[in-house]
């Protein structure tokens, strides 16, 4: 851990700053890396995604620990009937990755999570899947939706 010590002995550092009382403060801790078997996007290019480097040319729900298909092509069209797939990964929160540009959905078409108490981040697919990367790495319960306009199931 990185320390900031009294070196003026008047409890701050050289800038006034005013330490912990034991003399020293943790800035930053480093943590071990914890993702070995987790499911992190390595790559994206138009059309799909890269996963542990197999690539999905599909609309999927990426968990840490499982990928499921999702016959989602437009976040226009999404209806109650696509969620319960969603809801049933039990995540804290859901990135919805709409494709090449950023659209919101209706209110209307996030109820069905909403209601489940399920936060929702909506961005592009590219910004969805470095922050579900992050995400990932903090070992937070989150579930990627990655639409994409063509289904192969």
């Known amino acids: 851990m990185a320390k900031v010590r009294d070196r003026t002995g008047d409890g ?15 800035i930053m801790q480093f943590l071990k890396d914890n993702t070995a078997g987790v499911n992190l996007v390595t790559g994206l290019d138009r059309d799909a995604v890269r996963i542990n480097d197999e690539v999905y040319a599909h609309s999927l729900l990426l968990c840490a620990d499982r990928i499921i298909a999702w016959p989602v092509t437009d976040v226009q069209a ?8 969603l809801i049933a990964t039990e995540p804290e929160i859901v990135i919805l990755g709409t494709g090449h540009s950023l659209v919101f959905p209706e209110p209307h078409q996030m109820r069905p999570a909403l209601e489940n108490s399920v936060g929702i981040e909506v961005m592009d697919t590219r910004a969805a899947c470095r922050t579900y ?10 579930t990627a939706a990655l639409i994409f306009n063509q289904v192969t199931l």
């Open 12 to 26: 701050t550092d050289v800038n006034g700053v005013l330490l912990a009382s034991s003399k020293e403060q943790t």
């Open 78 to 85: 999404l209806t109650d009937t696509d969620w319960p797939p």
């Open 133 to 142: 990367n992050l995400l990932v790495h903090e070992g937070r319960r989150v």
